[in-house]
């Protein structure tokens, strides 16, 4: 029997575009572990989970979420974790 498993579509999706904002953003972020991880928290509090179990729930999601709507939505989430990670970030 396959196992289910709970997943958060969210995340992945705002991880995918935490990685490419911080690769071309050069100098200006920091990319170390600790400052990834806190821009990834602030932009997934600042938008709705989308969680699935299905295959079906999972593709429904996919579709959903590679909209220009929400392409954006998490664009501007992630700029903004940015923006406040590199004024305070949590690191020596």
């Known amino acids: 029997m396959d196992e289910i498993i709970l997943i958060n579509k969210m995340e992945s999706v705002v991880r995918h575009v935490t990685k490419q904002m911080l690769g071309k953003s050069g100098e200006t972020a920091c990319d170390c572990p600790r ?13 709705p989970p989308k969680y699935v ?31 406040v990670v590199r004024s305070r970030p949590r690191h020596s």
């Open 35 to 47: 400052c990834t991880l806190d821009i990834l928290a602030l932009a997934l509090n600042s938008l």
């Open 53 to 83: 179990v299905t295959n079906i729930g999972n593709a429904v999601t996919n579709v959903d979420l590679e909209s220009s709507q929400w392409q954006a939505n998490v664009t501007m989430a992630v700029c903004k974790a940015i923006e």
